[in-house]
């Protein structure tokens, strides 16, 4: 089984600090996502990757960057959180760009800013 | 815009009966859609897809049936158990990138024992 792993279940940061989320798969899948999920408006994409050093903004990338230096690493950086960027965050990867093959989510990350 | 929406944003089961979640798309060329189970403090699991070749999909324990003509999904879990208590939202693909999914935003099922 494909597994995604985020590596923190709950976080909670200040205002202004710089957040890093990681997400690792280990099926050696070149794209990477990332969500998140607020009540009552379903998941949002962030960014995405197809490839190592490659990145693509996806609906909501505003005060969000990331970074795929290796094909499993997918991080999300909130470069000065702010408290609207409390959420739930997940990561997914699939083994191809259609997401029809092998899409899979991580458990996810639910960081509280304050 | 276009957004996958859900009829219910709660509904309450008695165990052992059956549930039916619905979901509404407004894509008409969304050609795959997905039925995801998210328990409390877990990511989305797959349950179930179907193309839009097809009207009709069953797994074990669940059914997923397709309108295209009312742009109608809906989920049946057949003699629902307490572990079925969880959210569960759809999902459509109107194009063949997966950074174009659209995401319901999701129906809460609780089990009344």
């Known amino acids: 089984d494909v597994k995604v792993t985020q590596s923190s279940r709950y976080l909670v940061k200040r205002t202004g600090e710089k957040v890093f989320l990681e997400c690792v798969q280990d099926?050696?899948?070149?794209?990477m996502f990332w969500y998140r999920q607020d009540p009552g408006l379903g998941l949002r994409l962030i960014y995405f990757?197809?490839?190592?050093?490659?990145?693509e903004k996806g609906d909501i990338p505003e005060g969000y960057s990331v970074s795929r230096e290796k094909k499993e690493r997918f991080s999300l950086i909130l470069e000065s959180a702010s408290t609207n960027q409390t959420s739930m965050y997940l990561c997914?990867?699939?083994?191809?760009?259609?997401?029809?093959?092998?899409?899979?989510f991580g458990s996810g990350t639910r960081l509280t800013v304050v | 815009g276009e957004s996958v929406g859900l009829h219910l944003p709660t509904l309450s089961v008695q165990e052992g009966d059956n549930s039916i979640i619905n979901c509404a798309y407004s894509?008409?060329?969304?050609?795959?859609f997905i039925w995801y189970k998210q328990e409390s403090g877990k990511g989305p699991q797959f349950i179930i897809d179907?193309?839009?070749?097809?009207d009709k999909r069953q797994g074990q324990r669940v059914t997923v049936l397709l309108n295209k003509t009312v742009k109608h999904l809906s989920l049946q879990i057949a003699a629902t158990q307490p572990g079925d208590s969880a959210v569960y939202f759809c999902?459509?693909?109107?194009?063949?990138?997966?950074?174009?999914?659209?995401f319901g935003s999701g129906t809460r099922l609780s089990i009344r024992p």
């Open positions: 997914a990867s699939s083994l191809d760009r259609t997401g029809r093959i092998g899409y899979t």
């Open positions: 099926m050696d899948h070149e794209n």
């Open positions: 990757s197809y490839d190592v050093k490659m990145k």
């Open positions: 894509n008409s060329a969304s050609d795959y």
């Open positions: 179907i193309r839009s070749n097809m």
């Open positions: 999902a459509e693909m109107p194009y063949s990138s997966a950074s174009k999914i659209i």
